[in-house]
Nanobody
Framework: VQLVESGGGLVQPEGSLRLSCAAS????????MSWYRQAPGKGRDLVAA????????NYAEAVKGRFTISRDNAKNMVYLQMNSLKPEDTAAYYC????????WGQGTQVTVSS
């Protein structure tokens, strides 16, 4: 199993970023996927999750209405569209799948600062 995140970077407050996670090594279309984030000195928290078919999503309260999780099962990709970014969204963002055990990507850094 391999998860590779990309799309992070430095963005100004109220800006947008789209994170991508490329998955391989398992039958992607059969598994729910999720995004987590970890700010310096803090634990890793759930940001958003999506069912295998992409028909049900859920979000942390802090990002509801600003972030959108989606997936493309034909491309084995999961995305996180982040709008109206705030400095408190600064964190390393990780893609996760539970395929017997937890698998995580290496993370992509998002920094929101003027």
């Amino acid at each position: 199993v391999q998860l590779v995140e990309s799309g992070g970077g430095l963005v100004q407050p109220e800006g947008s970023l789209r994170l991508s996670c490329a998955a391989s090594g398992f039958t992607f279309s059969r598994y729910a996927m999720s995004w987590y984030r970890q700010a310096p000195g803090k634990g890793r928290d759930l940001v958003a999750a999506i069912t295998s078919a992409g028909d049900i999503t859920n979000y942390a309260e802090a990002v509801k209405g600003r972030f959108t999780i989606s997936r493309d099962n034909a491309k084995n990709m999961v995305y996180l569209q982040m709008n109206s970014l705030k400095p408190e969204d600064t964190a390393a963002y990780y893609c996760r799948v539970v395929y017997g055990i937890d698998y995580w990507g290496q993370g992509t850094q998002v920094t929101v600062s003027s």
